[in-house]
């Protein structure tokens, strides 16, 4: 993932294809980093950024994952004894005629219901008693039925399915949705959090480099489910890795990924590390950086992890190396 502006978005495309090749180029990912306004701009005000995203070989790249919105999260309003969870047709419309999915069942009062012409159930018989023995099937009375009793009238019952939060997310979008994200300034309140003053010009929010991390290396729920829906388009649970990822960003600035890559690991448990890369680059002489002691942009980095350390109260973690290149003589 490299994030850009529109000013050399086009320039650094055809650098990626030169380096990763054309044909692994996954996305061209769009932040909508700013909501401002006004008169900031003579022409267009710009308030989007770019983060392009390739991988080493596409064809070993599996099926990508995101957090799903804030939106679509209010609509998981119910909760039992495994967690929250939203309640889903179990039959819904189709133009298959696959009549394994066309079956008879029996609702509590003994009536037997069907999918009316034109819809179908969303998975097979013993796929349905699976999730009925798991108590994954809500039945309930209703005037406005898909279904239709043996005699072909509308039923009045209706069949859902369970579907819980713990295994829900959906494949990204290229419009990074702005309730998971955040704006620009989201990474500024981060920085004035920690230091007590806007310290770095434009850092990086670090929901939006979660996101992107989650996306890439997913993320272990703590409130894991049986996955209980057949449609390929649907939500699908992450499968679990086997081993703790090494994040790597070759343009550090304050740290922002560092604090992302911790945050992430303390919410679902994971070891994952990082490895941060900054030119010893001079904090500017009159800045407010450089009046709190931090001589270049790699000193206030790794007071950032330092702090988000004590912040997130990682007693466990085994805190950080740096190392410096010298210069040859």
Known sequence: FVSIDDNEVHHLRLVMDEIFGEENF?????????????????YVNRNHEYALC??????QVPQLFAPLSQEAVKQYNRRDARGRYREKDFAWVTQSTNSNQRYLIECPDGALVQPRPGYLFR?????FEEALHNDLVVFKRTKTSPLIDQHGK?????IYIKKYLGDATGAPSSLTPKSVVGLYNSGSNEIKELFGAMLFNNPKP???????LEIAVGKNSTDSRQRNDAEPEDAQEIDEQTHD????DFFAGSCSTAHAVLAHNQEDGRARRFIMVQQPEL????????????ATIADLGKERIRRVLHKLALEDCEGFRVYTIEEEH
């Open 123 to 127: 998975f097979v018989r013993a796929r």
């Open 283 to 294: 904090t500017p002489p009159n800045s407010l950086a450089r009046r709190h002691g931090f």
């Open 26 to 42: 996954v996305t061209q990912f769009v932040w909508n980093s700013s909501t401002a306004g006004g008169i900031r701009a003579k």
């Open 154 to 158: 509308r039923a009045r019952w209706n």
């Open 245 to 248: 990822e090494i994040v790597l």
């Open 206 to 212: 670090t929901a939006y480099l979660r996101y992107f």
């Open 54 to 59: 390739y991988a080493k070989t596409l064809a």
